[in-house]
């Protein structure tokens, strides 16, 4: 076996090391480097096809992240015991890596490559996700495809001291009140250029700023992505001595695509520019989408048509008609400061929102920004509907929840339906992650939450679509969430030496633009951050700016929502259960559940409430739920005098239920929480009874009379009557 090379880096202002490992595992990939920090260990390859497939038009990158349960020293939980797709927390890591590598190769490099992230080692401290960013870079960097890195990755966590720390552990990373997570490459003057970022509010942030810790505002979110820079060079230099010492394989041959050849897009500029400029003034995109068509119709037929200048050349009439659009849209908006729908740069589209839109939901908001319309659904349920996570990080289970599907009518197109693809994963997680820090805890708001956001038009940014949307349903299910929630995504364009930042960007700017850039937060801070750029380097007054424009954005949305609805509902709706919860003392839980669930089961029965009974192994805790709120109350009033059992009075009649038998007697249920023994030879006043069963079944109803209550609670009953005939009167015998 080889023996492996190894390069550790300290990490300043923490108590960690990063390490890169190359040469032991996996030699037959074109690279592969073992990374840890901690006890956290991955394995990252990257391996590229010798050549190109036959018509293919785009770079098919694929990022895949394996969680393999042996790493945390756990089974698996499927039926088979083996690991199955991947986890929504995998294709967020999977997008994560994917995001900062994509733009790092070439232009028309068009073979086929593959990135993997084999989690071997997860010590249940050090998260996986950067690591696995920096690995695959140093993985692309010795594998000899052509890659322009390296890039470097780090998380830092704002503690409520109002300092930026390095790498957290889950538990730092819970502890503060806000999480980036910043990629970026070293450009040729020296400067950390940042590519990715991907930042969202913890569940705990709304109580630390209640506490006192400092809010996340766009002024300390500039300061964190300036910060980062020293963490992500650190990461690069370990990179470059990784390489230095174990030496790139050589570069791989390869033979740039070109989408079209440049007299091709002579010819279409000559003939398409004012078609496409005209068509790119159109600010409805149905019928802009129409007139950019019919454009690349007739320079088709003018340009590669038969016997045309490039006869059957048509693919490359079509991309060459695409690159002349985007340049005249750009080159529109720097140099007249004219968006396509004719805007402003600094310009929001109309904003409407409604709620209560479904009547049999629990709560339900339609938000639409020009032409992206999302509605969103809430759903109620009790805290046992939350779902369980089989995944390596340490959380097992979530009781918020936020799914987004975008069928292909919102683009006014056909295609597939069915189960979520990676992008409506992601897109719905960032949603998710917006509204977390408002969300009431479950101590404060006893339920599983389930939110939905249907997209039915898109034109532009429908996750932060999602997050009005959903902050309009929450309240209207009554959730008492501590603040509304906005998003907005911007844009930026850079031509000319200009920077153009863009608020609202439609569909297109999305595409043709240099930068998207989504914030979500209250009127006071940030909740999520995510951002995505192609060129090098961000200025710090560009992106100050861009932070600025869309905090008004921000605040004009959550004024058009407030219009709407101000404030969570007093209630949860008619058609949402009422629910209710309490703690208990952790060894009253048996009594509350019974043998083998008959006393809760008795209870849901009689009541009709649905009753679930957890504990952290500290305390208990009590969930009842039901639509009819009189239900609720009365399985509440059952289970406190469990707790708190009414005292049996010596001498007192009481009409009792047989709960239980035994060889020795019969236990009888005469108060609510409160058993006495009937003992068997109590029961023939005088006669022997040699089995119970003779004179008594579960769930009989007899008078008993108390006759002792010893000092440790235990009653001792017999019959009024004698069970048995000709038996003398009830009592001793």
């Not at 969300?439 to 006893?446: L, Q």
Request: proline share 6%.
């Amino acid at each position: 076996m080889a023996d492996p090379i190894n390069v550790s880096g300290p990490v300043s202002g923490a108590d960690k090391t990063l390490t890169f490992e190359t040469g032991k595992l996996a030699q037959q990939s074109q690279g592969a480097v073992v990374a840890s920090i901690g006890r956290t260990v991955v394995l990252a390859t990257a391996n590229a096809a010798k050549n190109v497939r036959e018509g293919m038009d785009f770079f098919p990158l694929t990022v895949d992240v394996e969680e393999r349960m042996y790493a945390a020293g756990r089974i698996p939980g499927s039926f088979f015991r083996r690991e199955g797709r991947p986890s929504d927390a995998a294709i967020l890591n999977c997008r994560l890596i994917d995001r900062p590598l994509r733009p790092s190769f070439p232009d028309g490099f068009r073979n086929e490559t593959q990135v993997v992230i084999t989690v071997m080692g997860a010590d249940g401290e050090n998260p996986q996700d950067v690591l696995g960013i920096n690995a695959a870079s140093a993985a692309l960097m010795l594998s000899g495809i052509p890659f322009d890195g390296p890039i470097g990755a780090v998380r830092i966590a704002y503690t409520q001291d109002g300092a930026w720390i390095p790498h957290p552990t889950y538990q730092e990373g819970d502890e503060s009140t806000f999480e980036l997570v910043v990629a970026g490459r070293r450009t040729e003057a020296g400067e950390i250029a940042i590519m990715m970022v991907e930042a969202g509010g913890t569940e705990k942030a709304w109580s630390y700023y209640e506490s006192g810790a400092p809010k996340v505002t766009e002024e300390v979110l500039a300061g964190g992505l300036d910060a980062c820079k020293a963490w992500i060079g650190e990461a690069i230099d370990l990179q470059i001595e990784l390489v230095k010492q174990a030496g790139a394989r050589e570069p791989m041959t390869w033979t740039p695509v070109l989408d079209y050849a440049p007299e091709v897009f002579e010819k279409v500029s000559e003939l398409g520019s004012g078609p496409l400029a005209e068509a790119g003034t159109i600010a409805v995109k149905a019928e802009r989408n129409e007139a950019t068509d019919a454009a690349i119709a007739a320079l088709l037929e003018q340009l590669a048509a038969e016997g045309a200048p490039f006869e059957g050349r048509t693919k490359e009439v079509k991309e060459a008609a695409r690159s002349l659009q985007k340049q005249l849209i750009r080159s529109r908006v720097v140099n007249d400061g004219i968006r396509i729908d004719g805007r402003g740069p600094a310009d929001l589209r109309p904003v409407s929102a409604e709620v209560g839109v479904l009547p049999t939901a629990h709560g339900s908001g339609l938000f639409q920004r020009g032409e992206t319309q999302v509605l969103n659904a809430t759903t109620l349920g009790m805290p046992k509907m939350d779902q369980l996570l089989d995944t390596l990080a340490p959380e097992n289970k979530k009781r918020y929840m936020h799914h987004y599907n975008m069928p292909p009518h919102a683009n006014g197109e056909t295609g597939r339906v069915g189960s979520p693809k990676r992008r409506e994963i992601g897109h719905g997680l960032l949603a998710e992650r917006a509204l977390l820090p408002v969300v009431p805890s479950i101590e404060e708001f006893a339920y599983a939450l389930r939110l939905v956001s249907e997209v039915l038009a898109s034109n532009g940014s429908t996750s932060m679509a999602s997050v009005c949307a959903s902050s309009l349903s929450l309240m209207d299910a009554g959730v008492p969430i501590k603040a509304p929630v906005a998003g907005i995504a911007m844009g930026l364009i850079f031509a000319d030496g200009k920077y153009t930042t863009l608020t609202d960007i439609l569909g297109a700017e999305d595409a043709f633009g240099d930068m998207d850039f989504k914030v979500a937060g209250t009127s006071e801070f940030v909740t999520a951050l995510q951002l995505d750029t192609k060129i090098d380097g961000l200025p710090a007054e560009v992106l100050t700016q861009a932070l600025q424009q869309a905090r008004e954005a921000r605040m004009t949305i959550l004024d058009v929502m407030a219009k709407t609805i101000a404030d969570p509902r007093p209630e949860v709706g008619e058609t949402a259960p009422k629910i209710i919860s309490f703690e208990i003392p952790i060894d009253k839980i048996g009594e509350v559940i019974g043998p083998k669930g008959k006393v809760i089961n008795a209870i849901q029965q009689e009541t009709g409430a649905d009753i679930s009974v957890d504990d952290d192994g500290m305390v208990g805790r009590v969930s009842i739920g039901s639509v009819d709120g009189t239900a609720v109350e009365e399985a509440k009033r059952q289970i406190q005098l469990i707790l708190n059992p009414p005292t049996a009075d010596v001498g007192a009649v009481y009409q009792g239920r047989v709960v239980n038998i035994t060889k020795f007697g019969a236990f009888v249920n005469i108060l609510p929480g409160r058993d006495g023994l009937l003992h068997i030879s109590k029961m023939g006043g005088g006669k022997r009874i040699d089995r119970v069963e003779d004179v008594l079944e579960l769930g009989d109803v007899i008078e008993v009379r108390v006759d002792d209550v010893d000092p440790g609670g235990k009653v001792s009953l017999s019959p009024v009557n004698p069970l048995v005939d000709g038996g003398g009167e009830g009592g001793d015998s």
